[in-house]
Every structure is written in C-alpha cells, then in structure tokens.
C-alpha cells in the first residue's frame, strides 16, 4: 500500500547525541516531524520510525500489535546508539508510553525521556468491551486531528481498528507496571484540554516514575496533538533545552550537535 502524504519515515545524521521521536496509535510520523526536524536542525542526530500497520490505512493496522509497534521503537533505538553517545528517547501519546518503556527495559543507555500527552490508559465507555466486541465490530471513529489551532490537521486514520486498539489496552496494562523502572530525567509536557488522553494519564505517570529529575510543563493553548498546535514551539525549545541541559551536566560537550567525547 502507498503511504499517506507525509506518513514518511524521518532521520538525520547529526551530531553525537541522538534523539528518537516516537509517533502515536493511529498517526503517522507527520504528527511529530516537526520536533524532529527542530532537534535535527539543531544537529542532533535523529530517528523518527514509521510504526506497522501506520500511516497506509486502517485495515493494515488491524493484523499489528504493540509488541510489532514496539519492535520497531527498539530496533531504532539500538540503531541510533550505534553511532551516538548518548541517545534521548520522545514521544507523542503511544509514542511516549513506547518511549517510556523503552526507558524502563533500556536503563542507563537512554540519557533522557521527553513525552507530550503521553497514554497510559484506553479510555472510553466500551473498553471493557474489547476483548469481545473487536470480534464483532472492526473499527470504531478515528481520533485523528484532535487540535486547537485552525487549519492544521493530523495525517492519520478516520477508523480505530478494535483488534489494534485492544492490543493498546494490553500494552498500557503491562508499562503501568513497570513505569517505577523508570530513573532517567522526565521532561513531560500535557493539554489541560486534551479530548483523546486526559490530564489524569500524565498525574498517573508522574506518580509511578521513579525519575528524580522531572520536568513538568502544562500546554494551554493546545489539545492533544500539541506537536502541530499552539504550543508546539515550545514543546520544542522545551526539549532541546532539556537535551542541552542534561548533556552538559555530564561533562560532555554542552551543544548536544557537538562532538562528545565517549566514555
């Protein structure tokens, strides 16, 4: 299948520190390329994958599962560590549940973690329901383009494919559990007014971390994908700001598109 205008994996060679941004369930690589593009430019480094089954159509993402999901996140993980010294790992909605896991499993190879409107659980009245209606009913209303600011739209599905979104259930279930293994500095950027992940999925997240050094910033003037929204410079300048911070508190070089020296 051809993929969706702007679904198109992204990745940049820069500098010594990386940067891995992860997008969310049901999108597409669009949603989160212009942070992306941001850090790149500032000469990281960067890896934004194309998760399976996205950014075709809905039906490719029903045969798909988290553990396929995250594969992907892991394999470009171990790529960018290949050839940068220190790697920080991002992400929206799924993509920073899939980018705090990888902190939990991934430990001190991961400098850092930065997630906006991250998920930690599947909300709505017929999700109890999905281990037996996803054998009923296919696919219930996309949650696409949940943003504030006119004009701008989210390359993503119109159809949540119930067989994907039960795995998601799982997934969610299973990094509850181990968020406590989570120790590395948290920056985590949230919508008060967000219509797909509430404010209660980032509380939840913040309270089972066990993450000393966090940062939390509120995004008011966006909605879920605050990545294309109101806010998204500064979710951008946030996360660099939090890169350099935490790269030059190691004694390495303090512009993270700098040479660092490798331990």
Partial sequence: MPLL???????????EVGALVCHGFTGSPQSVRPWAEHLAERGLSVSLPLLPGHGTRWQDMQVTTWQDWYAEVDRALRELRERCSRVFVCGLSMGGALALRLAAKHGDAISGVAVVNPANKVHGQATKALPVLRHLVRSTQGIASDIAKEGAEE???DRVPL???HSFRRFLRLLDGELPQVTQPLLLLHSPQDHVVPPADSERILSRVSSRDVTERLLDRSYHVATLDHDAELVFEETYAFITRIVAGTGEAAQPGGTAARG
């Fill in 163 to 165: 067989h994907a979104a």
């Fill in 155 to 157: 390359v993503g599905y």
């Fill in 5 to 15: 205008p702007g679904a198109e994996p992204f990745r940049h060679d820069g500098g």
